[in-house]
């Protein structure tokens, strides 16, 4: 997929956002990148590629102090969430499910952002 239709996937994710989430969102930036990081390499993904199953890629990653860790009006960095493009294609056979895999990834990590853990974002679907 070319890169300006990606972008604007994660654009159009941010804007069906509801109003009092959007303005929730300062001080981040979502960053592309197109070379997907390697594989992850714990247990889990070394056993699936093993199996023939593909093994687990990083599609996005966070970075930053959530929300629920600030205290008061310091200086925090920026919050960053990089979005992993090729990886995202690998998972995705067609444009529909990159749309849908892109929406899951960006809502996941703005679900970082909040200071929502893996184990709930994961029970939420995400």
Known sequence: MELEKFENIIEDVLL???HDI??????????VEEKAISPVL????????RHGRRPAYILGL???LPLTRQAGNRNIYP?????????????SQNDEEIEKNV????LHELGHYFGIDEK???????
């Open 79 to 91: 919050h960053r969430i990089t979005i992993y493009k090729s990886a995202i294609e690998a998972l």
């Open 62 to 64: 966070y970075q930053g």
């Open 103 to 106: 929406r899951r990834v960006i």
């Open 42 to 49: 714990d247990e889990s993904a070394r056993d699936k590629g």
């Open 22 to 31: 959007r303005e929730k969102l300062k001080n981040i930036s979502i960053i």
């Open 120 to 126: 709930t974002l994961g029970k939420l679907g995400y």
């Open 16 to 18: 069906e956002l509801p």
